[in-house]
């Protein structure tokens, strides 16, 4: 059997999804393909099921913070792998920040549960259709999302901890 | 979900349904989570966990900590096996940064990776055996394991959260000592495991109760993304280190144990079997170690040795740049995965070119299978959720991170 590569599998989703493919590189070898949130579920379950392809296992899914990004401050991103052809690929949905929704794929793997759990108790991005989306790792009458770039994890006024030495420029989040 | 369950649960009755608390200090939990259990009689119906005790927020902390400072995070993630979560995050580094690791070096790696592997299969297994109250088998390979701490003491001078290694290499080579050592341990291990083995590997006691214990089909396993030894006993011989090879892997052969049931015996004898096949990894590693240097070339970020620092102009501006988080890093989003203890243990780096991550995280296997407990104990009694518990290896440091 031909192993597929990144281009076969872009070109098939490409082919499949056409202009909801918005963005799409490879970084360090492993193929980025970013979706509208829209239609991630459905992209996700098309490769699950599609007989070639076949990405059959989840690795993980996680939230990024971009504050600066207007827009798209959120994202999304599910690591998957098809073990057929060897192949890793992530998808990335990015979501603004008045509209953190997205569609749960808890119905297509199990243990997307507790990823999907572990993203909206440090980002607050809410899986639409979870069965059960609550905080996992911090308290539950927690009231704010802590990965979040606005929390800083040091005492603000500690000027060893500027952002500046961090080799960023940006200090106002 | 077998017919015999199915009754058990159809026919308990509301009135004499219990609820009752397994943890969070249980000691058969083997560390802080909390499982509440409905149970009729001695039936389990439902379970309910709760983790997060001891979450230490590792990803935010990685965003303020430079590359070089999170592998002491990385330690405290599965802490029977603190050498592979380091040399993981090293090689993520070393992949971001596009950096050539001598051979030598990643011999050396494949030698600490599989002694850590040991370690982490021994506790696990004596501790099945405990939890069925075997507790002799629980202490004899304490003193296996403690030469294994004894060969970490050599290469980084602590035994549980040992920070082994740097970014491009190791901080020291083997040393004369530990090369006696782990000749010694090569020699002796395999019959002292054995012995081990032979203690509960066919033991009637032993079999009756780990046979049929929280069991789990290949399909839900998957469904679950289960990794490592858990999902091997499911009879999927899915392993990150012939799947994508790290650390020159492909030059050693070894097997990949399976199981049938995906029970708690299976997983045991899948971990029984690993710990044989890391013994031969480690001796073809040491019988081929090759010359070499056991760093590599990468003055951006191997501290350079300290009388240089003292002594030469230009180890002391590396020295400072690296101390201080002046080193120039590319920008871009990689993701490393090791064979861990307990199966696939990621690392996601998003690097926005500053002297910290953007953003990491740890993919941890402990945490991604620990979900399917529940419907792996249902309608079992509680002594063999219980077994199954120690069986799939929860670590509370990586289950909560």
């Keep these: 059997m031909e192993k597929l590569n990144n ?59 971009y504050p600066e990004a207007v827009g798209r401050e959120f994202a999304v991103v599910y690591q998957l792998h098809s073990w057929k052809h060897n192949l890793r690929l992530r998808i990335k949905g990015y979501l603004p920040k008045d509209k953190l929704h997205i569609a749960t794929i808890t119905d297509l793997f199990a243990g997307a549960n507790w990823m999907e759990r572990e993203t909206y108790d440090f980002f607050g ?10 905080r996992i790792l911090n308290m539950d009458d927690m009231d704010y999302f802590p990965m979040r770039k606005e929390y800083v994890l040091e005492d603000a006024t500690r000027e060893d901890k500027d952002d500046r030495f961090f080799g960023r420029n940006n200090n106002e989040l | ?70 592998t002491t995070i990385t330690d405290r993630l599965n802490y029977c096996s603190s050498p592979i979560n380091n040399i993981g995050w090293e090689m993520t580094v070393e992949k971001l940064i596009g950096v050539e690791i001598p051979k030598r070096v990643q011999y050396m790696r494949v030698i600490m990776m599989e002694l850590a592997r040991i370690a982490d299969h021994l ?3 004596s501790v ?43 901080e020291r ?127 951006d970020f191997y501290l350079p040795p300290k009388e240089d620092v003292y002594n030469n102009m230009e180890a002391l501006i590396y020295h400072f740049k690296i101390v201080m988080g002046e080193t120039e890093l590319p920008v871009g989003e990689v993701y490393h995965a090791v064979e861990g203890g307990n199966g696939e243990l990621g690392f996601y780096l998003i690097s926005d070119g500053g002297r910290t991550p953007y953003r990491l995280q740890f993919r941890r296997p ?25 069986s799939i290896n929860v670590i509370a440091g990586e289950l909560d991170a």
């Design chain 1, 7 to 65: 281009q076969d599998f872009l070109s098939a989703v490409q082919a499949a999804f056409g202009a909801d493919v918005l963005a799409h590189e490879e970084a360090f070898g492993m193929l980025n393909i970013e979706l509208s949130p829209a239609r991630i579920h459905e992209a996700i379950q098309w490769l699950q099921q599609h007989q070639d392809l076949s990405v059959n296992y989840l690795t993980n899914i996680a939230g990024v913070h």
């Design chain 1, 125 to 134: 991005i809410i899986f639409d259709g979870h069965p059960d989306l609550r």
């Design chain 2, 1 to 70: 979900m077998s017919q015999e369950i199915k009754d058990v649960l159809q026919a308990a009755d509301p009135a004499n349904v219990a609820t009752i608390n397994f943890g969070p200090t249980h000691p058969s939990t083997h560390g802080i989570f909390q499982n509440i259990l409905k149970v009729d009689g001695e039936k389990i119906i439902s379970s309910e966990q709760t983790v997060g005790y001891i979450h230490r927020a590792f990803e935010k902390l990685a965003e303020r900590r430079p590359y070089n400072q999170i």
């Design chain 2, 123 to 125: 506790i696990c297994n």
């Design chain 2, 128 to 170: 099945i055996g405990v939890d069925a109250g075997a507790l002799t088998s629980f202490f004899y390979p304490f003193s296996e394991r403690e030469k294994i701490y004894e060969l970490y003491e050599e290469i980084s001078g602590a035994r549980l959260t040992t920070n082994m290694g740097r970014i491009g290499g190791f």
């Design chain 2, 173 to 299: 080579d083997f040393t004369p000592v530990f090369h006696q050592k782990l000749q010694s341990f090569l020699k002796t291990f395999p019959k002292a495991f054995e012995e081990f083995d032979s203690m509960l590997a066919r033991n009637r006691i032993f079999m009756d109760r780990t046979k049929g214990a929280g069991p789990i089909s290949a399909e839900r396993a998957l469904s679950y993304s289960f990794s490592g030894p858990n999902l091997r006993a499911a009879g999927v011989d899915y392993d990150v280190r012939v799947m994508s090879p790290y650390s020159s892997y492909e030059d050693f052969d070894f097997t990949i144990p399976v199981g049938v049931n995906g029970d708690t015996y299976d997983r045991f004898m899948v971990r029984q079997e690993e710990i044989r096949q890391s013994i031969r990894i480690i001796e073809q590693a040491y019988k081929n170690l090759p010359e070499g240097d056991y760093k590599a070339d990468l003055p």
């Design chain 2, 366 to 390: 402990c945490f991604i299978y620990y979900q399917a407990y529940p419907e792996m104990i249902k309608g079992l009694p509680i002594s063999d959720a219980v077994l199954t518990l120690s």
